[in-house]
């Protein structure tokens, strides 16, 4: 094998070192966000600016028709319905339910517009021809999962208010979460502001929203997922995930819980009661393993006898909360505002919950991108969801777990024929890789919109920063390891008035290293060469210290470790910086001509590199450098990622670059950041 091909091989480093391999193509996704709001920091922060990172990375690494970057406004749900009859109420809106998530989903696309969020494809659920596909797809999966075996109609009490009149749906109904040790400010009608699911029974002090009142509980019928029913095959995917090191640990943890069995905790002083009730609770294990001061465990071998085990405790006025488990997912509803469910044993008229129908809406999304935008030649949707030569990258935030974790893969499995599996055969549904971020923070405190701390919104923002400077400093917070607080100096009361930005941290790294390192050479080369780079063999050093660099942001980018990312890509620019630096002074005092070309050669092989690492990071000012040098978009192509600037070029010996004005930036500081 020649040395080129040796080079250009995506599998080797030139030197036959085994690199992490990528899939054939990709599908990448960010949350849905609510069609209730614009978007704030922790959208774009939390979730965009990572997904919108890996697909950029993606694209160069394997190819731009080989990955599709889909999310959408997820529009249904009582949320939505119960923003828009407050907006109703107070005058402060007019328009229709429709007109109300419309204008919502434009906003949103003009923010990730904004942030250079480069998405295939942002749909809505509810609008144009993602909203047929969807409704075709829900109906296609509930019928599976429906002929599948793995749905169950349920008598469940749901909340009524009798001073309304009416049937109470998911945030009309507000109390406490029943789960043991949750830290949520509110529970709403079966589940938590962080995700937890429970049957509405279990909800503490429960009060209608509509009246103010504690509601009564009325009998409906809905359709059900077996999400119990997975709890073997869930655990065997929960094994794969530990024994891949590229898995966040917080999220394996945090999924385990779901699959912990049925446990009601009661207080100590109830021992009394627990014991006189022996007889009449179904089958437990009695525990107390002193972790817990007040409380013992009382242990159930399925969910069926721990339901009846709170009825019996309730019935006896005794205090108690129950621990995550697997419950029934439920899959339908009788609010108007969603998506249609189909008709099954003439159950009719119902909805579809809006979690289920988010989980399979990236799927609508793809299929509406390959019909109406996709110009490559994988138009099959089952080629990127339903092959082992794909791959699904979720990016969500960690209130979103239980939904994209056990509840999605469950289903994703349940959609299998015959006996499913949790490795999924050529032609089924793939189980996707769920990348978890911790909580971006607002100076320390957890920001919500339903909250006491309000979030900036993700517009607010760009008053005081650039757009890549927002974007590095969110992927350098490190929040695939622990919650980070976001601290803008413009918006923190407290911020001392002579000290540094630490929202500028990374952005400093562009706006100032980054852009001295690129014009110094630029000038250089201007004043000595008339603009043509001299053509030399870039040092063994260089070379060597830019191919390490190379192979480990490659490493990272396969990890999702976005924050050693932006810290090796901190050393490497400065190492530029330095590097011409250093050598320029004593050249210049000795006018060493070679020297000078030399230094020349070397330090734009570095920019090289230094631009085609940040393209997925800062896409505007890399896209400016490559501008300059006045080249082809195959620069960016990893196929090429060890190639010299040299390569690019038909004849080094006489091309000339763009001319550089004096004070041109290629990465810009906001204006407010400027001194005139």
Not at 172 to 177: H, K, N
Not at 616 to 634: M, V
Request: aromatic share 12%; proline share 5%; with cysteine.
């Amino acid at each position: 094998m020649n040395d080129k091909k040796l080079k250009n091989n995506p599998l080797s480093d030139g030197q036959g070192t085994k690199r992490p391999v990528f899939p054939k193509r990709a599908v990448v996704t960010a949350g849905m966000p609510y069609g209730n709001k614009a978007l704030h920091f922790g959208h774009i922060g939390g979730v965009f600016i990572h997904a919108d990172t890996f697909a950029r990375f993606l694209r160069d690494r394997i190819g731009k028709e080989n990955v599709i970057f889909v999310s959408g406004t997820d529009c249904y749900g009582s949320p939505i319905v119960e923003n828009y009859n407050r907006i109703i109420e107070d005058g402060s809106f007019s328009g229709s339910l429709e007109d109300f998530v419309k204008l919502n989903h434009d906003l949103q696309k003009e923010s990730l517009k904004a942030y250079m969020i480069d998405i295939n494809l942002f749909a809505a659920s509810a609008f144009g021809r993602a909203a047929e596909i969807h409704r075709d797809l829900t109906f296609d999966i509930i019928n599976k999962l429906y002929e599948n075996g793995h749905l169950v109609k349920l008598t469940s009490s749901q909340f009524y208010d009798p001073e309304m009149d009416v049937l109470l749906n998911g945030r009309q109904v507000v109390g406490q979460c029943p789960i043991d040790g949750c830290s949520s400010d509110k529970g709403y009608a079966d589940e938590c502001s962080l995700g937890h699911q429970y049957m509405p029974e279990d909800l503490i002090n429960p009060r209608s929203t509509l009246s103010g009142k504690k509601p009564e509980m009325r009998d409906v019928d809905n359709w059900y997922f077996k999400l119990e029913d997975f709890h073997d095959l869930l655990t065997q995917w929960v094994d794969g995930l530990k024994d891949n090191p590229d898995t966040r640990r917080f999220m394996i943890k945090s999924i385990e819980e779901f699959l912990e069995p049925p446990i009601i905790y009661v207080m100590k002083d109830y021992l009394d009661i627990i014991d006189s009730l022996k007889d009449r609770l179904p089958d437990y294990e009695f525990k107390d393993d002193g972790k817990k001061k007040s409380s013992v465990q009382l242990v159930f071998k399925s969910l069926k006898d721990r339901e009846e085990a709170c009825r019996i405790l309730a019935d006896h006025e005794v205090r108690y909360r129950t621990g995550k488990t697997l419950v029934p997912f439920r899959l339908t509803g009788n609010i108007e505002w969603g998506v249609p469910a189909p008709e099954l044993e003439g159950l009719k008229d119902l909805t579809v919950w809006v979690w289920p129908e988010s989980l399979w809406a990236p799927i609508s999304f793809t299929k509406t991108y390959l019909e109406e935008g996709y110009q490559g030649q994988d138009k099959d949707w089952t080629k990127w969801w339903c092959s082992k030569e794909a791959g699904v990258f979720q990016f969500i935030g960690q209130d979103n777990i239980y939904f994209y974790g056990p509840a999605e893969m469950a289903m994703f499995m349940g959609t299998q024929g015959g006996q499913p599996t949790a490795d999924p055969d050529e032609g089924d549904l793939q189980l996707p890789q769920i990348i978890a971020n911790n909580h971006v923070l607002f100076l320390d405190k957890k920001a919500s919109s339903s909250g006491k701390v309000k979030p900036p919104m993700a517009d607010e923002l760009l008053s005081y920063y650039t757009p890549e400077q927002l974007r590095a400093h969110f992927l350098g917070l490190g929040l695939g390891i622990r919650s980070v607080s976001f601290k803008p100096k413009p918006l923190d009361p407290t911020a001392p008035e002579k000290g540094g930005d630490p929202a500028l941290k990374e952005g400093n790294l562009l706006t100032n290293v980054f852009n001295r390192a690129i014009r110094s050479c630029f000038y250089t080369v201007q004043k000595y060469n008339d603009g043509i780079i001299p053509v030399r063999e870039i040092s063994k050093d260089i070379l060597d210290n830019a191919k390490e660099t190379i192979l480990e942001y490659e490493r990272l980018m396969y990890k999702y470790e976005f924050h050693q990312v932006m810290n090796l890509m901190d050393t490497y620019i400065r190492s530029i910086n330095k590097h011409y630096s250093n050598n320029i002074r004593v050249i210049e005092a000795s006018d060493d001509a070679e020297a000078r070309a030399q230094l020349l050669a070397d330090t734009f092989h570095m920019v090289r590199v230094g631009a085609v690492l940040m393209h997925p990071i800062a896409p505007l000012g890399t896209q400016k450098i490559l501008d300059y040098l006045g080249l082809d978009e195959s620069f960016w192509s990893w196929d090429r990622i060890f190639d010299t600037v040299y390569d690019f070029m038909d004849d080094p010996h006489s091309y000339k670059l763009k001319f550089l004005e004096p004070r041109v930036d290629f990465f810009e500081k906001h204006p407010s950041q400027l001194n005139f």
